[in-house]
């Protein structure tokens, strides 16, 4: 029908919209912090101030979109739970795909703008965790169950062990992209070096 053809093409054209101020939010805000303006993200986004609050309605309903956004970006790569493959290079290959992912423009960017943008939202601040460290550090447990299951590691706490391997591999890394200081080059020597000791505690033949 002539208005579903209306919604379509307003739909089309507003899509582009609301993504480019997305973008233009986290880029202003990973830069300058959590007081950048409307007028300012507007203006990055080459749309009017009032496009912005049509599309979110104020300027915490942008940071709640921007947060919501961010879980797409913040997302930590797949570990293989059934692997039969040896658990010191299967971890290892985890931590440095974990870490390749944190280098990336997009997820630095991003962490440092939701970073700014929770700081008064607890709310907020707690569902990127849970979405993100939490969901992380579960797979994490999830695979040392399944390995302890074919005897290959013993792990009497597998939920501590994980958090353990999380924050040995990301934690220094978050705080220099909190930073803006990251070095990529130790990347690959971190992560395996985090594999071997890990598995220094917990393999069977150790």
Do not use: W
Request: aromatic share 6%; with cysteine; net charge positive.
């Amino acid at each position: 029908s002539r208005g579903e053809n209306m919604k379509r093409r307003a739909n089309s054209t507003c899509k582009p919209k609301r993504e480019a101020i997305l973008l233009a939010t986290a880029d202003l805000m990973s830069r300058l912090g959590p007081d950048v303006s409307v007028t300012s993200i507007a203006r990055s986004a080459a749309v009017s101030k009032q496009t912005v609050y049509n599309h979110f309605g104020s300027r915490a309903g942008l940071m709640d979109a921007l947060v919501a956004s961010g879980l797409s970006v913040l997302y930590d790569p797949m570990l293989d739970l059934d692997s039969n493959g040896d658990p010191e290079d299967e971890l290892g290959s985890y931590a440095l795909a974990l870490l390749r992912e944190l280098s990336q423009p997009a997820y630095r960017k991003m962490l440092r703008a939701i970073f700014f943008a929770i700081q008064a939202d607890a709310a907020a601040a707690q569902l990127i965790y849970d979405a993100t460290a939490v969901r992380t550090r579960e797979r994490i447990a999830t695979y040392l169950r399944a390995q302890c299951a074919r005897g290959r590691l013993t792990v009497d706490e597998p939920d501590i062990a994980a958090q353990l391997f999380h924050a040995a591999v990301v934690s220094n890394a978050q705080l220099m992209i909190l930073a803006g200081i990251l070095d990529e080059k130790p990347i690959e020597s971190h992560a395996r070096a985090c594999s071997r000791l890990f598995l220094k505690a917990y393999a069977t033949d150790r």
